[in-house]
């Protein structure tokens, strides 16, 4: 699986939007870039997902960059909720043999903290 | 409402015991998976399945078994717990295809 690489923690005032950086320069042409989230002692969550094009959906936005070779989630005004490790994730389309199948390779990810 | 379980919660185990962690989810979704988290880390996987019978290793699956006899189980088996292994298991399940995964609560395991 191609690597991903995301800052160790990044802080945020509460009710301000908060930008998560995600780099993947070895992407391929079947790579979506996945995102997942832990709350503290719960297990990860899913957020977002998107292939070339912008997505959003009511947890988060997701901006891709013309090259694919970074992205960036968007939280548009964060919440004490909020606060939890972000995992960016690059997942294959799944191959004709193995075609049921959608594998996760989990990295650090970024701890979000998040100010009152 | 559709739900994946995890029993026990938390357990506390001796060197060299056989230990046996439940994962069950009413879904009907195929794919399973099994993850252990280490203070500091992100998640590995141990095995995973994609249906009844079909079970893989994973990236971390030394020391560790499942069996998927049906659709809603993969129970994860220590045949003998190593201090190594303690740590926190998170069990996860998706539909097939593409779809996105759904995480349990976790079992915190302590091999003492």
């Known amino acids: 699986d191609a690597k991903t690489t995301q800052p160790n923690s990044m802080e945020s005032n509460e009710e301000e939007p908060v930008h998560l950086p995600c780099n993947h320069s070895t992407i391929s042409g079947t790579d979506y870039i996945h995102w997942y989230r832990q709350l503290p002692s719960q297990g990860p969550e899913y957020v977002i997902h998107g292939l070339t094009s912008n997505v959003n959906n009511r947890m988060a936005s997701l901006a891709i960059a013309e090259d694919r070779k970074s992205s960036t989630l968007i939280l548009h005004r964060a919440t004490l909720r909020d606060a939890a490790v972000y995992y960016c994730i690059l997942r294959d389309v799944p191959r004709l043999i193995k075609a049921a199948g959608n594998k996760l390779t989990f990295g650090g990810g970024t701890r979000v903290l998040v100010k009152p | ?112």
Not at chain 2, 29 to 49: A, P, T, V
Not at chain 2, 89 to 94: I, K, L, N, P, R
């Open chain 2, 1 to 112: 409402d559709a739900e994946i379980t995890q029993s026990p919660r938390h357990k506390i185990t001796e060197t060299g015991r056989q230990v046996t962690l439940a994962c069950h989810q009413t879904w009907n979704h195929n794919n399973m998976f099994w993850y252990r988290q280490d203070l500091g880390h992100g998640l590995r996987l141990i095995h995973y399945s994609y249906g009844v019978q079909d079970t893989n290793k994973g990236e971390v699956s030394d020391g560790y078994s499942v069996s998927r006899s049906n659709t809603e189980d993969l129970p994860l088996t220590l045949e003998s717990a190593a201090s190594s292994q303690t740590s926190v298991y998170f069990c996860a399940s998706s539909p097939r295809g593409f779809g996105e995964q759904y995480f349990g609560p976790g079992t915190r395991l302590t091999v003492l």
